[in-house]
C-alpha cells in the first residue's frame, strides 16, 4: 500500500524559501510520475508541479513558473519542491500525489495521495 508523507511546511514571510520533501514507503517510486498540489481555505485544490518517472521532464502551473522547482531522489524514494521568492497566495496545504500517467496536472490522475504540509506566507 502506498504512503506519501510531506514534511518541511511552515511559516515564512514574503520573498522567502521553503523546501518541502514527500517521501514515499513503495519501492516502485520510480516508476511513477509525482507531482505536488495545493489547497488553499475556501478554494479548490490546484495543480502545482509534476515530474515523469525519471526526473527528465517537469511540469509548472503558470502561478509558480520560474519560483518553484520539483526534483525527484529514486534511489531515496523522494521527491522536492523548492519554492523560491513566495508570495502571500502561495499560502495553502501542500500535497505530493503519484501517478501512472506522465506528470498530469490532473488530480484525477494520481492515486495515491500524502496527508499535506501546510505553509503560510506572511506579510
Known amino acids: 500500500q502506498a504512503q506519501l508523507v510531506e514534511s518541511g511546511g511552515g511559516l515564512v514571510q514574503t520573498g522567502g524559501s521553503l523546501s518541502l520533501s514527500c517521501a514515499d514507503s513503495?519501492?516502485?517510486?520510480?516508476?511513477?510520475?509525482m507531482g505536488w498540489f495545493r489547497q488553499a481555505p475556501g478554494k479548490e485544490r490546484e495543480f502545482v508541479s509534476a515530474i515523469t518517472w525519471n526526473g527528465a521532464r517537469t511540469h509548472y502551473a503558470d502561478s509558480v513558473k520560474g519560483r518553484f522547482t520539483i526534483s525527484r531522489d529514486n534511489a531515496n524514494y523522494t521527491l522536492y519542491l523548492r519554492m523560491n521568492d513566495l508570495k502571500l497566495e502561495d499560502t495553502a496545504v501542500y500535497y505530493c500525489?503519484?501517478?501512472?500517467?506522465?506528470?498530469?496536472?490532473?488530480?484525477?490522475?494520481?492515486?495515491?495521495w500524502g496527508q499535506g504540509t501546510q505553509v503560510t506566507v506572511s506579510s
Open positions: 500525489a503519484a501517478s501512472i500517467r506522465d506528470y498530469s496536472p490532473y488530480g484525477s490522475d494520481y492515486g495515491f
Open positions: 513503495r519501492r516502485t517510486f520510480s516508476t511513477y510520475s
